[in-house]
């Protein structure tokens, strides 16, 4: 009987059966194969970070040790906004909380792109610090949904923590030129950053995240009926529409009635990690107009050259389902 009493409290304390959102899923992962997740997102900028924040925190594989509220400086200066955006995507991760009911220790960001000067610290950085430096066995994923302030001042700071981490990166252009792509774009000295370390590095590029379509009429039968959270989820994206057509003339994005999930696919590679589908390539440098140079070959990273969107949206629309759903 006390073995059986501290199997429970094992399982228990691995997945932290209590903060899990919603109804528990019908499943139980091998405790042995639990990663430790910390999240940087740029939630406010536009709409779909909040459905790869909402995947994970779904995820019973995932102990999320915290999420990071990123800026979005430079393409919210595009639109005319020059305020602060680290503090819009804090409150957007606290709204995303508070509707799922979850339990998740969130951080604040940093407030600009870094300073080659001066690259700080900021409370997210030193969060991805502390938690590498934690004696846990569990594997550490930094997912970065957005520019790669926080992690890049993390691995600046403590260069020893880039063999106790490993990166998924949601940005960049394809190879082998590069260019102009968002999450590059608000942080490109964070990226060069980034690529110049030692952490293990996953890249997911522009035209990999680009296939994980999805249409409004999709969303509205698999998101917008579950509860509380599929509604705020799908009235978020729609009233980012509705803000896009009044404000973006001229620009083709968003489609009428297409949304692209673009995020997700870094909770996906989580669960399966595509082991046919990702190159290993010489990390490249960022140049000034954010092509690739040639960087040192001894550095490797591996870069996507396809993601399984069925697999990827599927798993979030069932575990939302499961969690909240009537």
């Known amino acids: 009987m006390i073995r059986v009493l501290i199997v429970m409290f094992t399982l228990l304390a691995a997945f932290g059966a209590s903060a899990m959102p919603g109804r528990p899923l019908p499943f139980t992962p091998d405790p042995a194969k639990q990663l430790r997740v910390i999240i940087s997102s740029d939630a406010k900028n536009e709409a779909d970070d909040d ?7 779904l995820t019973p594989t995932f102990a999320i040790r915290g999420l990071i509220a990123a800026h979005y400086t430079r393409t919210a ?5 020059h305020q602060p ?8 991760l606290q709204r ?3 509707v799922m009911g979850a339990d998740a220790p969130l951080f604040h960001g940093a407030q600009r792109p870094l300073d080659a000067r001066t690259p700080g610290l900021s409370e997210g950085a030193r969060a991805i610090i502390t938690e590498a430096e934690r004696d846990d066995a569990r594997p550490l994923f930094v997912l970065v949904l957005g520019p790669a302030t926080d992690v890049a001042q993390a691995l600046i700071a403590r260069p020893a923590i880039a063999g106790k981490l490993t990166v998924v990166w949601i940005g960049g252009n394809p190879y082998p030129a590069g260019g102009w792509e968002y999450n590059l774009y608000n942080d ?7 690529m110049r370390s030692q952490a293990a590095l996953w890249q997911v590029p522009h035209n990999v995240y ?5 249409s409004l009429a999709e969303l509205a039968a698999k998101v917008r009926p579950q509860g509380a959270p599929g509604r705020y989820l799908w009235q978020q994206l729609i009233g980012f529409n509705q803000w896009a057509s009044e404000h973006i003339k001229g620009v083709p994005w968003p489609k009428s009635e297409v949304w692209v999930l673009g995020d997700n696919p870094a909770v ?4 399966d990690d ?3 589908r990702y190159q290993t390539r010489p990390a490249p440098v960022i140049n000034a107009d954010l092509s690739y140079g040639a960087g040192n070959p001894a550095r490797t990273l591996r870069v996507y050259e396809q993601i399984d969107p069925h697999f990827v949206l599927e798993d979030f629309f069932a575990k939302l389902a499961l969690a909240y759903g009537g």
Request: glycine share 8%; hydrophobic share 50%.
């Open 274 to 276: 595509h082991e046919y």
């Open 188 to 194: 490109p000295r964070a990226a060069d950053a980034l």
């Open 268 to 271: 996906g590679l989580l669960l």
């Open 77 to 81: 200066a595009m639109l005319g906004n």
């Open 96 to 98: 995303l909380l508070k």
């Open 210 to 214: 680009m296939s994980m379509r999805v």
């Open 51 to 57: 459905f790869a924040v909402a995947h994970a925190l």
């Open 85 to 92: 955006t680290e503090p819009e995507s804090y409150g957007e």
